[in-house]
């Protein structure tokens, strides 16, 4: 029998909804996007409420043209702290986007005090501003009477996922999956629980936090919101394992990378946890019902959204699509590296102060060169990710599944390809995230059988292989580590 499910995208650029038939192919979708605000310098928020109307507005707009959905999954921007009212819903304070750097000051007073070991081993993290337990603290320590009401059991935490879920449950549900636990610097990712020292660390009220459930679990029911039925939210995944799911990588050593305002790749390692070595993360990848799978993860804060800032800031195009033409208009970038440390630099390097940079300008350098070497950024911060994956897992890295915005960039993939020395696998539907989290609310509700069921359902739509030399990577990753050594402060 066919039937729907409905896939809730609430990215950091975008809230989407996307209906999928039982094959996993796309019948509708609705997208708005969402506005980004900078208060201060290296101070990012979102409108909390944005994101619920909007989001909701989204799947409104989808839901009225089905005929059968029958589970609803939702995947997120993860990272992303908001703290609400209980009985209102009301967020306390905006949104604190995972790029924000607020905290940094807070995560180098940890660091000075000793606690880099503990929390690492605990979370497979590092401490960072881009996780969420710094940017719970500040929220709790810098808006007036929001600490002492939190102590009260009067206010709640979530990543978006959760915040989302509570008001399609209409504050009937606060839980979250265990993904985006995984990523808030508070939860013990070996015995899969919130950890007490950690929140000691931190000084976070437990009561805030949210129950924390497998990827695919009864999540909660909508209240008739959706044409006029009460729906059941089988799903949740943060938007890189839901990608992972997404792009089917459910084997030992598989790998997907994704292009969209920042670049996340995630290797899944089985029920190993490997510790990074090399400046990576190690994160829960996805459990869908029978114990945590876990991946190591590289975190890039800024790939599409150095695109963004030359359409927008510098007005280099129109649209983000142009840069293709006119970063194949030049033959090469002319030496010109552009290292986008917009938001500080991300894995493997984690320095929060540093600065992007465009280097060895020239007299002829044009748009097109800086256009280029912005695409090209985007194979070299990926060539470090998988170079220090291949150093801390031993495991050999072939065949990379790429999807997110930029895919659709040819040029970008096949740079990729020669940068990275590897084969880029770009699938038929690029929206891997929104479909992960519809496998997830799939096998959830029981319509999908297992792993096989979906890594079967994946299709091959592009191929890039290596079309330069190891050796002619070898000078283009040189000038690039140059350059980030110019750019790093730590
Ligand atoms: P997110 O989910 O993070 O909001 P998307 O996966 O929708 O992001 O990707 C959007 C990003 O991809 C934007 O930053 C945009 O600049 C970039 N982008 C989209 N299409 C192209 C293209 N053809 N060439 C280069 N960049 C692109």
């Known amino acids: 029998m066919s039937f729907e499910i409905l896939s809730l995208d609430q990215g950091t650029t975008s809230s989407r909804a996307i209906l999928f038939d039982s094959d996993a192919t796309i019948k509708e979708i609705s997208q708005q996007e969402l506005k980004l605000f900078y208060p201060h310098k290296g101070w990012v928020e979102q409108d909390a409420n944005a994101i619920i109307e909007d989001t909701l507005q989204c799947a409104k707009d989808v839901a009225s043209k089905a005929s059968n959905i029958r589970a609803i999954g939702i995947t997120n921007q993860r990272e ?37 070991q503990v929390i690492t081993q605990k979370t ?17 320590d810098n808006v007036e009477d929001v600490r002492e009401k939190a102590e009260k059991g009067e206010l709640l935490f979530g990543t978006v996922d959760c915040f989302l879920l509570w008001h399609l449950t209409e504050g009937r549900e606060h839980a979250t999956d265990i993904t985006n636990a995984s990523r808030t610097l508070l939860y013990n990712i070996h015995d899969c629980k919130w950890d007490e020292e950690l929140l000691k660390i931190f000084d976070i ?29 089988t799903g949740m995944a943060g938007d890189q394992q839901s990608a992972l799911v997404g792009q089917a990588c459910f084997d030992k050593g598989m790998v997907k990378s994704t292009y969209g305002t920042g670049c996340f790749a ?32 590289g975190s890039i804060f800024v790939a599409g959204a150095a695109i963004q800032w030359l359409r927008d800031n510098l007005n280099v195009f129109c649209e983000a699509s142009e840069s293709e033409t006119l970063a194949l208009s030049v033959e090469d970038s002319n030496e010109v590296i552009f290292v986008p440390a917009f938001t500080g630099l991300g894995a493997p ?19 097109a060169h800086i256009t280029r070497a912005a695409l090209e950024a985007q194979a070299f911060q990926t060539y470090d990710l998988i170079h220090a994956m291949q150093q801390d897992t031993g495991l050999e890295i072939k065949t990379i599944r790429a999807d997110g915005g930029l895919v659709a960039n040819k040029f970008m993939c096949q740079t990729l390809a ?25 096998l959830g509700a029981g319509l999908y059988k297992d792993e096989k069921d979906i890594s079967d359902r994946w299709k091959l739509s592009r ?3 290596p079309e330069i030399q190891r050796e002619d990577a070898k000078k283009g990753l040189t000038r690039w580590h140059e350059a980030v050594g110019r750019v790093r402060t730590s």
């Open 80 to 116: 992303t702290t908001i703290v609400w009212n209980k009985d209102t819903g009301e967020p306390v304070y905006n949104a604190i986007v995972w790029q924000d750097r607020r905290t940094a000051k807070i995560c180098e007073a940890l660091k000075a005090k000793g606690y880099e």
């Open 124 to 140: 497979g993290l590092v401490i960072d501003p881009y996780f969420s337990a710094t940017k719970i603290a500040w929220i709790l």
């Open 205 to 233: 009220p437990k009561n805030m936090l949210p129950e924390v459930k497998p990827n695919t679990a009864h999540f909660g029911e909508t209240d008739k919101i959706f044409q006029g039925q009460n729906l059941p939210i």
């Open 266 to 297: 995630l290797i899944n390692t089985g029920t190993n946890i490997p510790s990074s070595h090399n400046g990576l993360v190690t994160t829960i990848a996805y459990d869908l019902g029978q114990g945590p799978k876990y991946a190591v993860e």
């Open 349 to 367: 390097y984690w320095d929060p102060g540093a600065k992007a940079a465009i280097l060895n300008l020239s007299r002829e350098t044009n748009k």
């Open 418 to 442: 020669n940068f990275v020395q590897a084969q880029i696998d770009v699938p038929e539907i690029s929206e891997s995230t929104a479909l992960g989290a519809a496998y997830l609310a799939g």
């Open 463 to 465: 191929s890039y292989k």
